[in-house]
T-cell receptor, first 119, second 113 residues
């Protein structure tokens, strides 16, 4: 596939359950980003990976949120003990270059998102 | 990163040029202006970016004022498929740092048939 893919496209879960969201970035892209978009709101940056490491996790909204990236490719965002306020569309993006290289040029390619609904 | 101000919504007739303004009066010298758009139920899509000079690509043109405090995204011949929320973002060259994009509410552009 040519683009960023995410799965599942929709997830409905009960409050208190754990969920895992998956992102497959574009092959060869070194940087991977997770964002959250609540209904009618702008995009909220969550976390960024350069390779397998996440230099900055401060954007994660609580310690119930965690993310990992293995093999410099696929990433998983895990939300433990989900709450209703976690309901949102979770978007993943990847870019060929990390921030700061190529003169600041850092086009991010977004996936279609996972719509999470916590009942 | 500098804050941006955009109108909440705009209408444009199909086939006409759509001009979307953005104010970024606190922009600093190493900050770039990026534009993304988000069509309903899709992820955001990169459109164009610039630093000082005006830029043009196959999608749009970006006009940045000389003082860099504002910019205008121009879609030269708008089509119904251009109906989307357009986000103007000012973002520094982070030098290898970890910051992602921060989107505000953007401008909801509605192309009228």
């Amino acid at each position: 596939g040519a683009g960023v893919s995410q799965s599942p496209s929709n997830k409905v879960t009960e409050k208190g359950k754990d969920v895992e969201l998956r992102c497959d970035p574009i092959s060869g892209h070194t940087a991977l980003y997770w964002y959250r978009q609540s209904l009618g709101q702008g995009l909220e940056f969550l976390i960024y990976f350069q390779g397998n490491s996440a230099p900055d996790k401060s954007g994660l909204p609580s310690d119930r949120f965690s993310a990992e990236r293995t093999g410099g490719s696929v990433s998983t965002l895990t939300i433990q003990r989900t709450q209703q306020e976690d309901s949102a569309v979770y978007l993943c993006a990847s870019s060929l270059y990390p921030p700061g290289l190529a003169g600041g040029y850092n086009e991010q390619f977004f996936g279609p998102g996972t719509r999470l609904t916590v009942l | 990163d500098a804050k941006t101000t955009q109108p909440t919504s705009m209408d444009c007739a199909e086939g006409r040029a759509a001009n979307l303004p953005c104010n970024h009066s606190t922009i600093s010298g190493n900050e770039y202006v990026y534009w993304y758009r988000q069509i309903h139920s899709q992820g955001p899509q990169y459109i164009i970016h610039g630093l000082k000079n005006n830029e043009t690509n196959e999608m749009a043109s970006l006009i940045i004022t000389e003082d860099r405090k504002s910019s205008t995204l121009i879609l030269p011949h708008a089509t119904l498929r251009d109906t989307a929320v357009y986000y103007c973002i000012v973002r520094r060259d982070s030098g290898g740092g970890a910051d992602g994009l921060t989107f505000g509410k953007g401008t909801h552009l509605i192309i009228q048939p």
